[in-house]
């Protein structure tokens, strides 16, 4: 869903975000099983240059990962809701969900839909339907963080294969509509 330009200009203020800035995001529970800690220190090892990582969300980890990784480009948003969250989304470029098991990551469509490159675990489970690898984003290995370290430079490596990454993202999720899905449910029933 987009959202106006002056709440996303707000956001850019509030912020300091450069139009060359690296806007990085997690949006998700705060739990052991999401893996948050590996996107953290993955993100804090790298020292990328005009970067910024947001943390969504609220869970028993969030105070931990808050007093840990204090940061200036890491930003701990806690719980947001919906109409909210949109702005994030539209804001940020990369999406990256690291959980350790996630059966399916609903939080992948709402970026997508919003043009954000993925990364994702391979234990995320809409990565083998919504992900295009070197297409609209990466997988690395499940709780690797030299993996998930490597595919973080790549993704930012060309500023113009992000961009196309970003909008091959909508275009795949444009089409995860109720037809599509009607046409897939046919097809593993067998008509």
């Not at 220190?41 to 990784?69: A, H, Q, T, Y």
């Not at 995320?124 to 998930?148: P, S, T």
Request: proline fraction near 1%; charge should be positive.
């Amino acid at each position: 869903r987009k959202i106006s330009k002056n709440k996303i200009d707000k956001l850019i203020k509030k912020y300091k975000i450069k139009s060359n800035t690296f806007v990085f995001l997690y949006s998700g529970k705060l739990i052991k099983k999401k893996n948050v800690q590996i996107l953290i220190e993955s993100f804090k090892e790298l020292k990328i240059k005009n970067s910024i990582l947001f943390i969504v969300g609220d869970g028993s980890e969030m105070e931990r990962l808050k007093k840990k990784f204090n940061q200036k480009n890491i930003i701990f948003m806690g719980f947001v809701n919906q109409s909210k969250l949109v702005e994030l989304y539209n804001l940020s470029k990369i999406f990256i969900l690291p959980s350790k098991y996630e059966p399916w990551g609903l939080s992948v469509n709402e970026a997508m839909n919003c043009k954000n490159a993925l990364i994702l675990s391979s234990n995320v489970g809409c990565g083998a339907d919504l992900l295009k690898r070197n297409f609209n984003g990466f997988l690395f290995k499940n709780d690797c963080k030299k993996d998930l370290k490597m595919k973080m430079l790549k993704i930012i490596s060309n500023k113009k294969k992000l961009e196309m990454m970003m909008e091959n993202s909508k275009k795949i999720i444009d089409r995860w509509d109720i037809n599509h899905s009607k046409k897939l449910f046919l097809e593993i029933i067998g008509k």
